[in-house]
């Protein structure tokens, strides 16, 4: 089993920044690729931004690309997402998931999932 928690959302202004994080606990996290989805009200669950585990390669969904960056500390079993210049249409629950393939992940059949954590941009 993985566990996953998510942490660091909250209220931000357009165009401000937010820096979310994803504590992976259980079995060897260098084994899986984590990433990140969102949901917005109404909407579908999208893929945000991967991080592989073989050689840390970032992947991202097009509309955060340039804004949004996805790291990994493997010591302390961690994924951070880094969101810059947020806009309103980023309001949604993001979640933090993982799985041993990338291609699982990505459309959203991880096979582990957090609780999520609200990221609300508004001014």
């Known amino acids: 089993q993985v566990q996953l928690v998510e942490s660091g959302g909250g209220l931000v202004q357009p165009g401000g920044s937010l820096r979310l994080l994803c504590e992976v606990s259980?079995?060897?996290?260098?084994?899986?690729?984590v990433g990140w989805f969102r949901q917005a009200p109404g909407k579908e669950r999208e893929f945000v931004a991967s991080i592989a585990w073989r050689d840390g390669r970032p992947y991202y969904a097009d509309s955060v690309i340039g804004r949004f960056a996805v790291s990994r500390d493997n010591r302390k079993n961690t994924v951070s997402l880094q969101m810059d210049s947020v806009r309103p249409e980023d309001t949604a629950v993001y979640y933090c998931?993982?799985?041993?393939?990338?291609?699982?992940?990505?459309?959203?059949?991880?096979?582990?999932w957090g609780q999520g954590t609200q990221v609300t941009v508004s001014s």
């Open positions: 259980g079995r060897t996290f260098l084994n899986y690729n």
């Open positions: 998931c993982a799985d041993g393939l990338q291609s699982y992940l990505q459309t959203g059949r991880a096979a582990y």
